[in-house]
């Protein structure tokens, strides 16, 4: 079948881009939990969904006037959590 053929409204996952992205996600998790055992400090890290360009950047700004550059140490951010 052709997703030209397919009826709509559907949702379509690329199934093996999305496992690739949560992977990425969870080994960003694992790496600051690794930080943290281990004592070490780390800049921060932001992780998010894909986004439009222009969301990531609002949702970033966000985060900006969130937090200090001193604040983000050793801190894990999901930016959709800033809708």
């Known amino acids: 079948m052709r997703v030209a053929d397919l009826d709509t409204p559907i949702l379509l996952v690329d199934l093996p881009r ?3 992205n949560v992977r990425r996600m969870a080994d960003f998790a694992r790496e600051a939990q690794g930080y943290a055992r281990e004592g070490r400090a780390h800049c921060g890290i932001i992780v998010s969904d ?9 949702r970033l700004t966000k985060v ?10 050793d801190r894990f951010v999901w930016l959709q959590s800033f809708a």
């Open 50 to 58: 894909q986004l439009d360009v222009g969301e990531v950047v609002r």
């Open 64 to 73: 900006l006037g969130s937090y200090s550059a001193s604040d983000m140490i």
């Open 18 to 20: 999305m496992e690739r």
